[in-house]
């Protein structure tokens, strides 16, 4: 079979999200229209009957401007510590810049074998700008393998998985015999449906200062009920009461649009109780990012 890690790599909200969960089929990575919604690396794995592909969804990587950016920037060197292969996204609508070369001396650094570059969103970008931007990364970077795509279009990613199944090593033995050990913890999956939620409903107001800790998870089998306890987490106190909204209407909006999408996961009812708390700086206290679960 074809086994191997493939780090999905590319500046905050070029689709890589998006991409990987198109390529699983299933929601494993939050993706919004909004820049640095994943914030640590996650593991999905991709099996059929020829192949186990382990993929690793990663924060985008940027300029930084706090601590919490330097924890999200060594996760995609992580990352590419564990790969030979690796998707570079690109998106042709928006300037190949600083972040994106200094991106590609990452990949290089790390003498990544196989390097897959998407030109991304070509559903939505002008055709000179895709154009354009083959052309640039063709003459920048001969060796990269170069492919259009739209990260939201099945047939186009199953090209992208056909692809990757030529470049990677034939074993005899998966990676992982029970892909289950991939599997996050309930804990880090409600936090991100409930900050994606967040970052889906607030604009300029709300910066992503934002980190949601689940504190307690239970399960009464009588009633079958899971109550969920959560923290969101805020650097500042006039963030609180815009979390919150006049007369609890968004924290209100927040818990149903997250107990919505948790009822297609637990057999069970939820009940989610969230609390909005004041963490003053907490982006650059490294005690506080740890224990908000970005860890090493």
């Known amino acids: 079979m074809k086994i191997g890690y493939v780090s999905i790599i590319g500046k905050p909200n070029v689709g890589k999200s998006t991409l990987i969960n198109n390529i699983l089929d299933k929601k494993v990575s939050i993706a919004t229209f909004k820049p640095q919604t994943t914030r640590n690396k996650i593991y999905a794995c991709y099996q059929d009957e020829d192949s186990q592909i382990i993929f690793?969804?990663?924060?985008g990587f940027h300029n930084s401007k706090n601590?919490?950016?330097?924890?999200?920037?060594?996760?995609?060197?992580?990352s590419l510590k564990k790969s030979e292969t690796c998707i570079f996204l690109t998106d042709p609508s928006r300037e190949f810049d600083d972040e994106d070369?200094?991106?590609?001396?990452?990949?290089?650094?790390?003498?990544?074998?196989?390097?897959?570059?998407?030109?991304?969103?070509i559903?939505?970008?002008?055709?000179?700008?895709?154009?354009?931007?083959?052309?640039?990364?063709?003459?920048?970077?001969?060796?990269?393998?170069?492919?259009?795509?739209?990260?939201t279009n099945?047939?186009?990613?199953?090209?992208?998985?056909?692809?990757?199944?030529?470049?990677?090593?034939?074993?005899?033995?998966?990676?992982?015999?029970?892909?289950?050990?991939?599997?996050?913890?309930d804990?880090?999956?409600?936090?991100?449906?409930?900050?994606?939620?967040?970052?889906?409903?607030?604009?300029?107001?709300?910066?992503y200062s934002v980190a949601v800790v689940?504190?307690?998870?239970?399960?009464?089998?009588?009633?079958?009920?899971?109550k969920i306890y959560a923290d969101i987490i805020v650097e500042k106190e006039s963030q609180k009461p815009i979390i919150i909204g006049k007369g609890g209407t968004m924290i209100k909006k927040i818990g149903t649009l997250a107990r919505e999408e948790l009822l297609e996961i637990y057999s069970s009812r939820?009940?989610?109780?969230?609390?909005?708390?004041?963490?003053?700086?907490?982006?650059?206290?490294?005690?506080?990012?740890?224990?908000?679960?970005?860890?090493?």
Not at 173 to 185: A, M, Q, T, V, W
């Open 154 to 185: 099945n047939q186009e990613v199953k090209k992208v998985l056909k692809d990757l199944k030529n470049i990677l090593e034939d074993s005899d033995h998966p990676l992982f015999e029970n892909i289950e050990d991939l599997d996050s913890s």
């Open 270 to 296: 939820i009940f989610l109780e969230l609390n909005v708390k004041v963490r003053k700086n907490w982006r650059n206290d490294n005690e506080q990012i740890k224990s908000f679960g970005y860890k090493k």
């Open 101 to 121: 070369f200094d991106l590609v001396k990452q990949i290089n650094s790390f003498n990544i074998k196989n390097v897959i570059c998407l030109i991304n969103k």
């Open 67 to 78: 601590k919490l950016d330097l924890f999200l920037n060594s996760e995609v060197k992580s």
């Open 123 to 151: 559903d939505i970008c002008e055709q000179n700008e895709i154009e354009d931007r083959y052309a640039f990364i063709q003459k920048q970077y001969p060796n990269f393998i170069i492919k259009k795509i739209s990260a």
């Open 56 to 59: 690793i969804d990663t924060p």
């Open 214 to 226: 689940t504190q307690k998870i239970s399960y009464d089998k009588e009633k079958n009920l899971t």
């Open 187 to 207: 804990e880090f999956m409600i936090n991100e449906i409930v900050r994606e939620k967040i970052l889906l409903n607030f604009q300029q107001e709300v910066p």
